[in-house]
């Protein structure tokens, strides 16, 4: 593929026309991408489109919680409450690993206005790790911060995945329902200084969800000492069938205005597919210069690159 047409491409990403964006997403899904990040990213830059564009969001939760409902109702009311700004939603699903498929389900549930370029929803198979994110979807993320205001991402959260989509986002939502098992499964499994904010969905089931309110509030009274602002984090309260919360929640996402370190970000994607490729050996080669590579970094690219020539280097010697 010619620079040229990668150009193109992002010229017309840049614009939000979704077949544009479609296929510069594909180009960073192929097998062989490296060589064509290696273009894109530098690039993006010269065309002086930022990674820092876009406020990541991070909505994870057992499945059936409610989250992809959510987001379909969120992007509604950003449509009507945010005239000038633009949205990506990439939804990440492990159902894949059954069907071979994609996230049908999500896909219909969450219908977008199709000639609305201020909206462009993606759904990743996850491939290698349940409802983790993959290499590639991090690369797609990263892409689309450039383009627009809000990327949102949802993850099936179960166990460690959390972690995950939380080193991804500025700010990570988990989403529980009334009393459902993640509740308990999340209070007993140590994690919880984890998500930013709560959410606990289908209020519309007012007496469960109130006691799942109050024994949300009282654990986190409980760990206060523990989380690391000592501060309790948000907890909203959201129906989708009965539309309330909704459009406090989203007030809440809009007036956030911060980052989290993306180089960090970066160096942690990086590490996890070294490790996949080259495992213990690959990470002991890139620990040696971590603290280096962290202090002078400059890009994703240029930290692989410097990895991948010393790893050269030991394989000759
Ligand atoms: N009663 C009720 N059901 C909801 C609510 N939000 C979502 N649901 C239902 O819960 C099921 C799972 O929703 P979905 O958004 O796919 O959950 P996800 O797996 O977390 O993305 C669907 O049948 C939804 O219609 C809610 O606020 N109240
Ligand atoms: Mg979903």
Redesign the pocket.
Known sequence: MQEKEIRELLEGSRNLEKFSIARAISLLEREDSRSLRNIIFPMLQSMELSENRAFTVGIT????????????ELTRIFLEKNPKQSMAVV?IDPSSNISGGSIL??RT??VMPRRENRIFFRSQASQLELGGVNPHTYHVIRLLRHFFDFVLV?T?GIGQNEVEVSLLSDYAFL?L?PLGGDQVQFMKSGIMEVPDAFII?????ESLGESSYHMLINTLEFLRDVLPSQKLPPVFK?????K?GIDDLWDFISNQNFQKNRNKESLYQLEKWIRNEYGRFGIRIFREHDQRLLEHFKSYEVAEQDFLSRLSQYSLS
Do not use: F, W
């Open positions: 939760g057992t499945p059936g919680a409610g989250k992809s409902s959510l987001i379909g939804a389900g999500d549930r969450v949802e099936v989403v329902q969905n289908k209020m519309d089931e959201t129906s989708v069938t009965k309330r």
